[in-house]
């Protein structure tokens, strides 16, 4: 692995985790391809023995909790400033952790990632979600900077506790 790629795609994360906790959405949106696809498969509990992961979760056309283009995370983005975001009423306050990155073998001018994340959320006084999961993310040079070509997020938890997922994960 060239650890300047691993260097590059490891600042590249913390960065959008730093945009998003600080509240900088529209930069936050700058970070993706404008072919981008954001998506979120609903997890399903099964009651058998151990099984693939992918087993548990929905596939495309079904279920899902996101399945965004730049577009629709452009429109959710700015709701965010428009008042009308009433679950963001007043802002949560997040914090993202971004661990276990693995990067495998570049192919073309895309790099698949793969990491776990961790997002704490707190608004109001008594409000706090805790979103833990695993995410694959495709990463693209455009003009020589990383975007996010594509982003699929696995939650380990199939019922929400949370009242709503109004933050970005």
């Known amino acids: 692995m060239d650890e300047r790629l691993r260097r590059d795609v490891e600042e590249f994360l913390y960065q959008e985790a730093e945009l998003l906790d600080e509240r900088r959405f529209r ?8 072919d981008a696809h954001y998506w979120m498969p609903a997890r399903e509990s099964r009651l058998t023995g151990p099984g693939e992961v992918a087993g548990e979760l929905s ?21 965010f400033y ?26 073309g001018s895309e790099i698949e990632v793969r990491s776990n994340f961790l997002v704490y959320r ?4 008594h ?18 900077r ?10 380990d938890q199939a019922i929400l506790d949370a009242k709503n997922i109004s933050v970005f994960l």
């Open 27 to 34: 930069e936050w949106l700058e970070l993706f391809t404008e």
């Open 59 to 79: 596939k495309p056309g079904e279920n899902f909790l996101f399945d965004d283009t730049k577009k629709t995370l452009g429109t959710r983005v700015e709701r």
């Open 122 to 125: 707190t608004r109001l006084e």
């Open 146 to 155: 990383l975007r996010i070509a594509g982003r699929t997020l696995i939650l």
């Open 127 to 144: 409000d706090r979600d805790i979103f833990v999961g695993t995410r694959t993310d495709i990463l693209r040079r455009v003009d020589g």
């Open 82 to 107: 428009t008042g009308s975001a009433w679950a963001e009423i007043p802002p949560s306050r997040t914090r993202h952790l971004i661990s276990n990155i693995r990067i495998k073998p570049a192919s």
